[in-house]
């Protein structure tokens, strides 16, 4: 088992930052891919970025290229999300999710083994 928890969201204006956070307990979780996902109200959820085990590979839905950044501290079992130049589209709640011994990144939901709570994002215009 693996437990996820995000934090970092908020209610922030057009144009702010954030940066989510998501720390990972319970098997080992440094081992394997791990992305960000987000679902808004009467949307399905919708991927976000991903990050590969060791870090260097990233990917990232074109919504969010060249404003979000993710990362890794496998030291700490935590991915983050540095959100820049937010706008209210934006606005959703956050998940992060782990592909558990699996090295690749993936878009797909579905490929994702462990989802933790959600964190809410708003961004007012």
């Known amino acids: 088992q693996v437990q996820l928890v995000e934090s970092g969201g908020g209610l922030v204006q057009a144009g702010d930052s954030l940066r989510l956070s998501c720390t990972a307990s319970?098997?080992?979780?440094?081992?394997?891919?791990m992305g960000w996902f987000r679902q808004a109200p009467v949307k399905e959820r919708e991927f976000v970025a991903a990050?590969?085990?060791?870090?260097?590979?990233?990917y990232y839905a074109d919504s969010v290229k060249r404003r979000f950044t993710i990362s890794r501290d496998n030291a700490k079992n935590t991915v983050y999300l540095q959100m820049n130049s937010l706008k209210p589209e934006d606005t959703a709640v956050y998940y992060c999710a782990v592909r558990l011994g699996r090295v690749v990144v993936s878009a797909d939901p579905n490929n994702y083994d462990y989802w933790g709570q959600g964190t809410q994002v708003t961004v007012s215009s």
């Open positions: 319970g098997r080992t979780s440094s081992s394997s891919a």
């Open positions: 990050i590969n085990r060791s870090g260097i590979n990233t």
